[in-house]
C-alpha cells in the first residue's frame, strides 16, 4: 500500500487535477493506492474569510461564497463529461447552499465558534475529494472514495483537533482490510470527534491525514505531491544556485521546514516517523524530476550540510545582570513568565558568566513579553540586581542544518568565517549537543547575503560569485573593463570565480544593475545610465548588501578616494590605482588599512607604486617573513623616466612629455609627475609599508622644474615648458657631459625619504632602464649588499589595468 497527498496549488484548477489523475492512475498501477486531496487552492481561506466577515455581519461573504461555488462548477464542467456532469453539479450546488445556510446563521447570531469553522473549512476538502474521484471514474478508473471523517477520530479541539490514534487505526485498518479497491480517494483535513462533529486537524492538516493513514496500514511509503521538486539546499528565492536535496533524514527535514522550507509542516511526519516510513517530496508539474526522499537515517553521502534555512521576524530578548550570577532560578522563572503567555522561544542561549540569559521570540511577542518578563524580576530590578529586559528587532535566524555535522570538526568555524568575512554580524549563536543544526541571529537586512554566502560555502564547489562596482572609466579603467570582459570565462572556469559587474561610475555618468552589467556594452550602457552622484553610487553599493563586493578605485580623485572609510566599514573590499588615500596623512592610510583589518576585507594597492610590478606585495613577502628594510633606492617614475631616455635635445621638452601624456604614461594631471609629487607619494607608501610613520612634507623633493613651468593650468605648463627649453637642455647637456643618463631617483633610507633629478654612470644599478621602466632595489637585513631588485615598465593603462585586475583576484579569494 502506498499514500500519495496532493496539495493545494496540485488541485487548484481543472487543468492541475488532470496531472494529478494521470499521477494517481500511473502510481496505481504498481500498488494498492490511497489518495488524499487538499480542498482547491486557495479555497480554505475563501471560506474562512466567509466565515468570518458574516460574523461581522457583512453580507459581503455572499461574494465569497460564490466564488467558491463558481470555482468548484467550472472544476466540474472541465473535468467530467457533459453527459455525467448532472449529478455532480447538484452535490456542489447543494453543498454550497448548504454553506449558504451555515454562514447566514452566523451572519444573523453574529457568532463564529470553532465548531462551525471546521464546519465549513471542512467544505474545501469534501468537495474537491469528490471532485477528483468523480474525474477520476470517468477516465475509466476505478476509486473508491471515502469520507476521513468516518476513519480519523479526534477529540473536540475544533481548529487543531488531537487525533485519538487508538480508534482511529482500528477503523482506517478495518475499512481498507475489508475492502477490495485498489485505489482509495479521501479528503485530507477534515476529522471527526467521537460524537461525528467534524473537526479539523490544524495547519498542515491534509499532510497529517496522509501519514496518520499511510502510518496505520503500514504503507511503503508516503508521497507529498506539490509544486517544487523537492526540499532545497536553501530557499530558491534568496538563492539562485539552491538544488534540491536528493536524500534527507527525518530529523534534518523537521529543522529544515522549522526553519521556514515550507514543504512539510514537522509535527505531520511524526506518525510515518514512528514508523520509518520512507517520504517522497515530489512535483506534480515535473513529476519525471527525482524529488526528495526523506527517510529515517541521514544519509552519509552528498553535503555535510544539508540544507540552509533562515526565520525572520525575530527579536532578541536579552536578561542581564550581575545578580544572575550563580543564583540558580533565573532561567526558570524567565521561561516562566514567558511561558505562561503562551510565547514561543526559538532560540537560547546562555554566556557561561550566567551574565545574561538571551531568547528569541517571534517579534510580535516582544512587546508583551518585556511586559511580563520585567514584572516576573520587579523586585530585582528595583535592587539592580538585574536590567529591565532589553529587545532588538528586525532579526533573523540564519541556521545550516545537517545530522553529519556533529562527527565534523570546523563547520561553525566555516560558518562564521564565511559570514564575518562579508561583514554580518552575528548577534547570538545556538548550537544544541546534538549538532544537527547551528543557528546565528543577524540583522534581518543581512540575511539574503548571510543566505548565499553560506550557500556558496558548504554547497557551491563550482565557483564564487565576485561583484565588482568600478568607478573611473578614463584610460586605465576602460582597460580594466576591457581586459575583464576577457577573461570571465577563464575566471569562471580555471579559478571558480564568477565575476559581474554591478556598477560603473565616472564623473558623469552611473549605472547599477544587481544582476551584472554586460562587460560587451557597459559603453553604451553607462551612457544611458543616471547622472553621476557618488553618494548615490555608495548608498547603492551598501544598500544592496552583495556578498564578495569589491569597490574599485580608477580615477585620480580625492572624493572617491574619501568614500573608502564608509565602504570597507561595511566590509566591502577596496582596490584603488587612485594614491590619494595611500598617500594622505599617515593618520588616514593607517586607519583604512586598520578598517580592512577590523572588517574582514581587504584594501589593496598594489599598482600605486610601479603599476603592475609586484612591489608593495615583494616588500610585505619580505616583512612578513621577518626582513627588515634598510634602505630603498628607487626609479618610481615612468614619465620621467620615458622622457629622460627620449630627450637628446632633437625635439622640444614639452613634446615629449605630450608624447608622456598621450601614450597614457602620466597622471591625469601631468604637472604631478614632473614635479616630483608622484614620486614623493610611491616612496612614500613604500617607506610606510615598510612600518615608517612618515608625511609628504618629510620628503625633500630637488625639483628640477622652473617655478614657472608650475603656475596655472595644464595648457599653462606646456606653454611655459617651451618657453623653459633651454633649462632642459642644459640638464641634458650636463649629464651627458659627465657622460651620465638623468634619472629621477627616490630613496629611503635610515627613516629619511628624499626625491631628485641625478647623474647616473653607466656603472651605477639604476643606469639600465629603458623606457618607461621602473625599478626598485630593496637593501635588507637579508640582501645587505645585493639589494632584492624589481624592475620593468611602471606606467601604462594596459598594465596598470593588468595590476588592479590582479587585486581584484586577490580580494576575491
Ligand atoms: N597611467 C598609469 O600608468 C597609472 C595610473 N595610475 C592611476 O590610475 C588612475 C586613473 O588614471 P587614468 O585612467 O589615466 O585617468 P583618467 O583621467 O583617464 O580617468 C579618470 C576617470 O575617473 C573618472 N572620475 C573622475 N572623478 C570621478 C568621480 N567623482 N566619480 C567617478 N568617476 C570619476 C573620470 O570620469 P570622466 O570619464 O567622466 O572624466 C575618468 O573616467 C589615477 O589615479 C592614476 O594615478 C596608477 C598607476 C599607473
Ligand atoms: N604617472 C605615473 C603612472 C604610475 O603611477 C608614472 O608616470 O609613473
Redesign the pocket.
Known amino acids: 500500500m502506498q499514500v500519495l497527498k496532493f496539495g493545494g496549488t496540485s488541485v487548484a484548477n481543472a487543468e492541475n487535477i488532470r496531472k494529478v489523475v494521470s499521477i494517481v492512475t500511473a502510481a496505481k498501477q504498481k500498488d494498492k493506492t490511497i489518495v488524499v486531496v487538499s480542498a482547491l487552492g486557495g479555497v480554505t481561506d475563501l471560506l474562512l474569510s466567509a466565515s468570518s466577515l458574516a460574523a461581522e455581519g457583512d453580507d459581503s461573504y455572499k461574494e465569497k461564497l460564490a466564488v467558491v461555488e463558481q470555482r468548484h462548477l467550472e472544476a466540474v464542467k472541465q473535468l467530467i463529461p457533459v453527459a455525467q456532469q448532472s449529478q455532480l453539479l447538484s452535490l456542489v450546488k447543494k453543498s454550497c447552499n448548504e454553506l449558504e445556510d451555515i454562514c447566514s446563521g452566523i451572519y444573523l447570531l453574529r457568532e463564529l465558534t470553532t465548531r462551525s469553522k471546521d464546519r465549513i473549512a471542512s467544505y474545501g476538502e469534501w468537495l474537491s475529494s469528490r471532485i477528483i474521484a468523480e474525474t477520476i471514474l470517468s477516465n475509466g478508473v476505478e476509486v473508491a472514495w471515502k469520507d476521513s471523517r468516518e476513519l480519523i477520530i479526534t477529540n473536540s479541539n475544533y481548529t487543531a483537533a488531537e487525533v485519538d490514534f487508538t480508534a482511529t487505526a482500528e477503523k482506517v485498518r478495518q475499512y481498507f482490510s475489508s475492502s477490495e479497491a485498489g485505489l482509495f480517494l479521501l479528503p485530507g483535513f477534515i476529522s471527526a470527534d467521537k460524537k461525528g462533529i467534524t473537526t479539523t486537524l490544524g495547519r498542515g492538516g491534509s499532510d497529517y491525514t496522509a501519514a496518520i493513514l499511510a502510518a496505520c496500514v503500514d504503507a511503503v511509503n508516503l508521497e507529498i505531491w506539490t509544486d517544487v521538486s523537492g526540499m532545497m539546499t536553501a530557499d530558491p528565492r534568496l538563492t539562485a544556485n539552491a538544488r534540491i536535496i536528493p536524500r534527507i533524514s527525518y530529523q534534518e527535514a523537521m529543522e529544515l521546514s522549522h526553519f521556514g522550507a515550507k514543504v512539510i509542516y514537522p509535527p505531520t511526519i511524526q506518525p510515518v516517523m514512528n514508523k520509518r516510513i520512507p517520504v517522497w517530496i515530489k512535483n506534480t508539474f515535473a513529476p519525471q524530476d527525482e524529488g526528495t526522499l526523506i527517510e529515517a537515517a541521514a544519509s552519509k553521502t552528498g553535503n555535510i550540510v544539508r540544507g540552509i534555512s533562515s526565520i525572520n521576524n525575530i527579536a532578541l530578548l536579552s536578561l542581564e545582570g550581575s545578580g544572575m550570577i550563580g543564583i540558580p532560578g533565573f532561567s526558570k522563572r524567565l521561561f516562566e513568565a514567558l511561558s505562561n503567555e503562551r510565547i514561543n522561544v526559538i532560540l537560547i542561549t546562555q554566556s557561561s558568566s550566567e551574565h545574561s540569559i538571551c531568547v528569541a521570540v517571534d517579534s510580535s511577542a516582544a512587546a508583551l513579553a518585556k511586559q511580563v518578563v520585567d514584572a516576573a524580576f520587579a523586585n530585582e530590578i528595583t535592587l539592580q540586581k538585574v536590567e529591565p529586559l532589553t529587545i532588538e528587532n528586525e532579526l533573523s535566524v540564519a541556521a545550516l542544518v545537517g545530522e553529519n555535522m556533529k562527527s565534523h570538526p570546523g563547520i561553525s568555524g566555516r560558518m562564521f568565517s564565511a559570514m564575518g568575512k562579508n561583514g554580518v554580524n552575528i548577534r547570538a549563536i545556538a548550537q544544541g549537543s546534538s549538532e544537527k543544526n547551528i543557528s546565528a541571529v543577524i540583522s534581518t537586512k543581512d540575511v539574503r547575503k548571510a543566505i548565499n554566502v553560506l550557500h556558496e560555502e558548504f554547497f557551491e564547489t563550482t565557483y564564487k560569485q565576485v561583484n565588482l562596482f568600478i568607478?573611473?572609466?578614463?584610460?586605465?579603467?576602460a582597460k580594466l573593463l576591457g581586459q575583464l570582459q576577457k577573461q570571465l570565462g577563464f575566471l569562471q572556469q580555471q579559478m571558480k570565480l564568477q565575476v559581474r559587474l554591478v556598477g560603473v561610475?565616472?564623473?558623469?555618468?552611473?549605472l547599477l544593475k544587481e544582476e551584472g552589467i554586460n562587460l560587451e556594452k557597459w559603453k553604451g550602457e553607462l551612457e544611458n545610465g543616471e547622472s553621476?552622484s557618488?553618494e548615490s553610487?555608495v548608498e547603492g553599493i551598501i544598500s544592496r548588501n552583495l556578498r564578495n563586493s569589491i569597490f574599485v578605485d580608477?580615477?585620480?580623485?580625492d572624493?572617491?578616494a574619501a568614500v573608502y572609510d564608509k565602504l570597507l566599514q561595511k566590509s566591502i573590499s577596496v582596490v584603488a590605482?587612485?594614491?590619494?588615500a595611500a598617500s594622505s596623512a599617515y593618520e588616514q592610510y593607517k586607519r583604512l588599512k586598520d578598517l580592512a583589518n577590523e572588517f574582514n576585507c581587504q584594501f589593496l594597492f598594489e599598482?600605486?607604486v610601479g603599476?603592475a610590478l609586484p612591489i608593495i606585495g615583494t616588500l610585505n613577502d619580505l616583512l612578513r617573513s621577518g626582513d627588515r628594510v634598510n634602505r630603498i633606492d628607487a626609479v618610481l617614475s615612468?614619465t620621467l623616466n620615458f622622457v629622460f631616455n627620449n630627450y637628446d635635445g632633437s625635439r622640444p621638452f614639452a613634446e615629449v612629455v605630450k608624447q608622456a601624456q598621450d601614450e597614457?604614461?602620466?597622471?591625469?594631471d601631468p604637472r604631478l609627475d614632473l614635479s616630483g609629487t608622484?614620486v614623493m607619494r610611491k616612496i612614500m607608501i613604500l617607506a610606510r609599508e615598510a612600518g615608517e610613520k612618515i608625511e609628504m612634507n618629510e620628503i625633500s623633493n630637488e625639483s628640477f622644474m622652473p617655478e614657472s613651468c608650475m603656475q596655472g593650468s595644464v595648457a599653462d605648463f606646456y606653454a611655459a615648458m617651451a618657453k623653459e627649453e633651454k633649462h632642459f637642455k642644459a640638464l641634458f647637456d650636463n649629464a651627458a657631459k659627465a657622460g651620465c643618463k638623468l634619472k629621477f631617483v627616490a630613496t629611503f633610507n635610515n627613516g629619511k625619504a628624499a626625491v631628485g633629478l641625478q647623474h647616473i654612470d653607466p656603472a651605477h644599478n639604476l643606469y639600465h632602464l629603458y623606457g618607461k621602466d621602473n625599478i626598485v632595489l630593496f637593501y635588507t637585513e637579508r640582501y645587505p649588499e645585493q639589494p632584492m631588485v624589481v624592475k620593468g615598465a611602471?606606467?601604462?593603462?594596459e598594465?596598470?589595468a593588468s595590476?588592479v585586475f590582479a587585486d581584484i583576484i586577490r580580494a576575491s579569494r
Not at 505 to 510: E, G, L, P, T
Not at 577 to 580: A, F, L, S, Y
Not at 794 to 797: E, H, L
Open positions: 568607478a573611473g572609466t578614463g584610460n586605465v579603467g561610475s565616472n564623473s558623469r555618468k552611473m553621476a557618488l553610487f580608477v580615477t585620480a580623485n572624493k572617491v590605482c587612485n594614491k590619494i599598482t600605486n603599476a615612468g597614457g604614461y602620466t597622471e591625469p608622484d611602471g606606467a601604462g593603462a598594465v596598470t595590476g
